[in-house]
């Protein structure tokens, strides 16, 4: 995730939204910027792993929910860039909805869980002998999203779970998403206006 600040002759100022993304931002000679409160940001730039109707998004499969969406918070404006694969008919079609849960009993937060989102496995680091930490130190428990479940209902049900720090589901954030084509072509999606 990119967030840009301003755009200048001397380079851009960026906000980044994990250790990952600072690194490579440092490597490529921008300026990294911590989110203190006393600006506000121009443009928020990523992908998704999933672009729904009404640009609803899944995000999270890289593992930065949490930040992504304070960084999407506090700017301006929202762009979402992805691979035209990344668009379904419904969110949860082809991507387990991430959640971000505290470690501390994590599996009786799994168990509440159970009442949205029946089946929810605990992401494992690359290797799979570890659970996957976030920046923030927290577990991620990926789940299918229930078919005709409702995506605004389902986010709301989610916060009321003590343990969920955050979700993966992007609802009313986004509005732009450019989506490329195997052929090089770009299909444009607007969100409706609000």
């Known amino acids: 995730m990119w967030a840009t600040i301003a755009h200048l002759s001397a380079g851009t100022r960026a906000v980044v939204a994990s250790e990952r993304t600072r690194e490579i931002a440092l490597s490529a000679g921008i300026e990294v910027l911590e989110l203190d409160g ?67 009993a994590w599996q009786d937060t799994r168990r509440r869980l159970t009442d949205v989102l029946p089946d929810a496995d605990l992401r494992l680091s690359p290797g ?34 003590p343990g969920v720090v955050e979700h993966g589901l992007f609802l009313n ?6 989506l490329g084509n195997e052929d090089g072509t770009m299909e444009r999606l607007e969100a409706a206006q609000r």
């Open 38 to 104: 006393t600006f506000e940001l121009e443009l928020a730039l990523d992908g998704a792993d999933e672009v729904g109707p009404g640009l609803g998004l899944i995000k999270g499969g890289g593992g930065a929910l949490l930040r992504e969406k304070i960084v999407i918070a506090a700017a301006r404006r929202f762009v979402v860039v992805a691979e035209s694969s990344k668009k379904v008919d419904r969110l949860g079609e082809g991507f387990r909805l991430p959640v971000e849960v505290v470690r501390f």
């Open 128 to 161: 799979g002998s570890e659970p996957y930490l976030t920046d923030e130190g927290h577990y991620i428990l990926d789940a299918p999203i229930v078919k005709g479940s409702d995506p605004l209902t389902l986010a709301a049900a989610l916060k009321t779970i």
């Open 173 to 178: 954030m986004a509005s732009l998403a450019l």
